[in-house]
């Protein structure tokens, strides 16, 4: 059943799970994130187990498999408030009750396993049949239908971890003017490397349960565990920046407007604007690589909240893009004058990187630096 090669597949990943969890353990990571980060590593390095158990407790295998089952339901909630948890601050009840139903259910269905007799459970785990009675027969057909739960509840879970990183992207682009150093694009990987884990463990469980598995490799599945595993423990110590701006209390009236409970009026708003406009034009307060809303609100005398109103309301822009146009129209002179290359470019008007540059410059004008530049040339030619 279970090859050498996937029993030390599977002492590799569990070594790695059990480092990961005295990592996650003793780390100084906001609590919550250290919580369900050990959880992750725990439970990954109980799934993991299953072949070294069925290799040297064989006895114990039909008492341990069940436990994999509410192992396997708990881990997509898991990943999710970790990542959760990573990007945001959560409350310090966050647990929502649906989030729990497969694993209670999962729960009950391992009890009903254990209550089964050591013959029945040997001949349902190790051997692979069916024994008479109802009970067991309705226990198994419980059992495929959580496995195929899991396989929907996950991509769910993976869908809701996507969003949350792209809302999270958007409040870093309220507070920063170069994202670069701080997007933590770890958890990106992180989510893919999921993504294909999972997408090769949901087609083996599909493959085992429809009398395909003939086509599985079960060493990959270990492999890509343990490569998943090794990331998780090389990149979670990467902290967050920390939020600079107080987010507006959220209005249970969905027509209330975004600022209607702000205190500014339009009157301090415009001077604010002018202030602003005045930062980037007189002190080009853009080309500070590090520039961020705390700063901008700091040069202007006013509170972050309200430079984010203003910009919002006034100028028509988000930080980040406002930054970013004053920039990229400081970079058009340069790269018409040819006399830099465009990283020299990039980091001379503010930006951080020559990709954050190359990718805000076609944003704003629809073209590459290198089109722009040529588009200029074509038309003075033909002046």
Known sequence: MHTDGTIALSAACLGLALAGVMSAVRGTQDGHAR?????VFGVFGGIVSTPLVFAYAPSMYGFYLPIVLVLLLILPPAVFYYV???TTELPSSTIRWRDIVLPVVGSAVMIGYWLQSAEAKTALFIAGELP???????????????IFCWVVSSCLYLVATLRRLRDYRSKLRALYSNLE?????????????LVTLWAVTTFMFVADNTGFGWVVVKELIYVLTACLLLFVMAFAPIAPPEAEIEEPAPSTDTSEPKYARSALTDAHAEQLATRIRSAMTQDALYLDPNLSLQKLSRHVGALPNQISQTLNEQIGSTFFDY??????????PLILGGAANSLTVSLDVGFNSRS??????????????????DGAATILSDL
Do not use: N, Q
Not at 132 to 146: D, E, K, W, Y
Not at 183 to 190: A, C, G, I, V
Not at 323 to 332: F, G, Q, T, V, W
């Open 35 to 39: 919580f369900y980060l050990t959880l």
């Open 84 to 86: 959760a948890a990573k």
């Open 181 to 193: 150093d701080r997007e933590l694009r770890w958890l990106d990987w992180f989510v893919v490397s």
């Open 356 to 373: 954050t540059f190359y990718k805000a410059f076609k944003r704003e004008t629809g073209m590459t630096p290198k089109a722009y530049r």
């Open 132 to 146: 008479a009675g109802i009970v067991p027969s309705t226990l198994a057909l419980v059992t495929f239908i959580l």
């Open 323 to 332: 930054i970013a146009h004053h920039r990229i129209e400081a970079a058009k």
